[in-house]
């Protein structure tokens, strides 16, 4: 989906969330992390079981199986399944059954941790769904803070130039103001400077010979 140049540089897996380290030499545009999500949940619908197999490494490297670059294996490893078409790796990690397991999945941040390896932040299950819930909270307050505008993206885009508008409109007094100020000190300055008045005192200061 990236290129053929990606490759896995690390993980992590708990029943909060997932962490997945990645080669690529760009941000992932919106498009790619859409496509991402699609294929995943598509497979997750499918609900294909997890098949896991003890093999020799050798048979198993020979079906095509994926092995972490730099990781260190026995002469007997155990292969995890997901469609034989789709996903056959060396792994130890615990896993579900079948994908549909999974519920529904989430990527929530995608982001550079090293030069040319990036890292996804995702959910799945219960998490996933809190996350979507969380966020449907938050369209509906911002809707109902706007009175249920029929178009909420429209809505708040005015507000955002409106509220742009009313920044600009209110610097311009003040820099009226400082501007004014900055002219009238000058004017003092100078008429304190050609004052007779100064003059005089520096007479009357001046010593009597």
Request: with cysteine.
């Amino acid at each position: 989906m990236l290129g053929t140049h990606v490759a896995q540089k690390g993980s992590l897996v708990n029943d909060e969330q997932l962490r997945f380290d990645f080669s690529h030499f760009a941000k992932m545009t919106d498009e790619e992390i859409r496509a991402v999500e699609k294929l995943v949940n598509e497979k997750i619908r499918e609900n294909i079981p997890v098949i896991i197999k003890q093999m020799p490494k050798e048979e198993a490297l020979k079906t095509g199986a994926m092995a972490l670059f730099g990781e260190k294996y026995g002469d007997t490893v155990r292969v995890v399944i997901i469609d034989p078409s789709y996903s056959v790796e060396l792994c130890g990690g615990t896993h579900v059954g079948s994908t549909g397991e999974l519920g529904f999945f989430k990527i929530l941040h995608e982001s550079a941790v090293a030069a040319g390896v990036r890292r996804i932040e995702a959910v799945s299950g219960p998490a996933a769904e809190a996350y979507i819930e969380s966020v449907f909270a938050g369209l509906a307050a911002v809707r109902e803070a706007l009175k249920h505008p029929k178009e909420l993206t429209k809505a708040v885009d005015n507000l955002v130039s409106e509220n742009s508008e009313l920044r600009k409109s209110s610097r311009r007094p003040r820099l009226v103001n400082w501007l004014t100020c900055v002219s009238s000190c000058s004017k003092r300055q100078r008429r304190s400077t050609e004052s007779p008045l100064s003059a005089r005192s520096w007479k009357l200061a001046a010593p009597t010979p």
